[in-house]
């Protein structure tokens, strides 16, 4: 995995662990299929267990999403509380918020646990009003979180500009019990106390064939195959295709971030001084944070790698002087990008692939609180058998028509957005 994959999360990323590739047959209690949040907290919290662990990922451990990331470590997820009853009925949705709602608790106290280097600070996020129906929207957000017992507060113009330093928000939404981290190396750094727990990780190693036989999932490789009693299948957004399982069927949004050179400390102090992430209520998402060294991180909808990438890239630079007029001609040093599994209706989804064997996908731009918290629930509910305790209920079997369609439309969105030039 290249720093220019990966961008600044690859350069200033201080944890590691080893993950040698698999080589011969081996087994084990469980295997996770996947490297990323979700399948390194199912690692560590069945190896925890006892379990024996096998975790396969086909490139480096974080080198999908969640090394790709913005680092928001949010309590929720993107539909505000009533849709997400409305869509899954009350007792379920009351479940899946109650849940949601301590994920960030879960990923700090993991952090201190286990010592992991990730840049934590839990400071709150903002989710900021770009636009007069923006506010109304963070009206109905902020009822509907109250009513839920969430400690949000509806933040007014002028103290949304001493929040974020820029002139440029109507108001702003601030969550207390979020944050943010280095995604990266919250990810190796879980992996890595997975590891120090007993899990077996492997990189470079692609499932490339599951089958169910005599009571056991068998996972061939190119090195070897696990035999394992229980299997989940965590890919995501970077599901590379295994014979013998079906694929997660979601729309890939793309979502791009540039970082600038490290900031004088007097630039610093005016942007975020308290040091929340922050992100905006447009249909083409703006997010913006400061990392550790003082960087500013501005990221947007949108695939660098796309026609449009030229686009998107002009964009953040006038979106940066814009939003905050003294880094007006700051150079935007690094840029990298990423892909988002989205569901239709923005909500996770645990398909049963057959006896003691699971797929999650769809956290829909939500992926490190809901991540950590899916993957310890279904390590729990493989190795116990008990899926009472799941934050959704396992559905049997899961599709999206248009999904190459509704890609494009987003895509396409972001393009036309990002040449208009910088929103108001």
């Known amino acids: ?23 011969g047959d081996v087994g084990a209690d469980l295997v996770v299929i996947g490297g990323g949040f979700t399948g390194v907290s199912a690692a560590l919290h069945a190896a925890q267990t006892g379990a024996g662990v096998r975790l396969l990922e086909a490139r480096d451990i974080g080198h999908g999403g969640s090394g790709r990331n913005v680092g928001l470590v949010n309590a929720g997820l993107w539909s505000p509380p009533d849709e997400i009853r409305a869509q899954m009925g009350q007792s379920a949705g009351d479940r899946l918020i109650a849940a949601l709602a301590g994920a960030p608790e879960l990923v700090f106290s993991l952090i201190g646990q286990h010592g992991i280097a990730c840049e934590p ?45 820029s002139e440029a928000y109507h108001g ?54 696990v035999r394992a009693r229980a299997l989940l299948l965590a890919t995501n957004a970077y599901h590379l295709g295994c014979a013998g399982l079906p694929a997660p069927s ?49 990221g947007a909808m949108g695939d660098l790698g796309h026609p449009g990438g030229a686009l998107h890239r002009g964009w953040a630079g006038r979106a940066l002087a814009r939003l905050f007029p003294a880094l007006a001609g700051q150079a935007l040093e690094q840029a990298w990008c990423g892909r988002i599994a989205m569901t ?20 829909s731009g939500r992926g490190i609180g809901p991540g950590t918290l899916f993957g310890r629930d279904l390590a729990a509910a493989l190795l116990s058998d008990d899926e009472g305790q799941l934050p959704v209920p396992v ?7 248009f999904t190459g369609l ?19």
Do not use: N
């Open 344 to 363: 239709a209706d923005h909500l996770p989804k645990v398909v049963r692939l057959g006896a003691a064997g699971l797929s999650v996908f769809g956290y």
């Open 121 to 165: 600070v839990r400071a709150g996020t903002l989710h900021c009003a770009h636009s007069a129906a923006g506010m109304a929207d963070l009206r109905r957000r902020f009822t509907q979180l109250r009513a839920s017992g969430a400690p949000v507060e509806l933040l007014p113009h002028d103290d949304a500009v001493r929040r974020i330093g």
């Open 1 to 23: 995995m290249s720093g220019a994959e990966q961008g600044l999360w690859a350069q200033s990323c201080v944890e590691a662990v080893q993950a040698p590739p698999l080589e």
């Open 250 to 298: 979601y729309t890939a949004v793309h979502f791009f971030q540039l970082a600038t050179a490290p900031l004088p400390e007097a630039l610093r102090a005016q942007i975020l001084p308290a040091g929340e992430g922050g992100w905006d209520t447009g249909l083409i998402m703006t997010s913006f944070r400061m990392d550790a060294a003082g960087r500013l991180v501005i």
């Open 406 to 424: 509704r890609q494009a439309f987003f895509e396409s969105g972001a393009a036309l957005t990002h040449l208009v030039g910088a929103r108001r």
């Open 172 to 225: 702003a939404l601030f969550d207390p019990r979020a944050g943010t981290v280095q995604p990266l190396a919250y990810a190796r750094g879980l992996a890595r106390a997975a590891a120090e727990a007993g899990a077996h990780l492997h990189g470079r190693t692609p499932a490339q064939a599951v089958r169910r036989e005599a009571g056991l999932w068998h996972v061939e490789t190119p090195g070897g195959t």
């Open 395 to 401: 559905i049997a079997g899961y599709g999206e028509r």
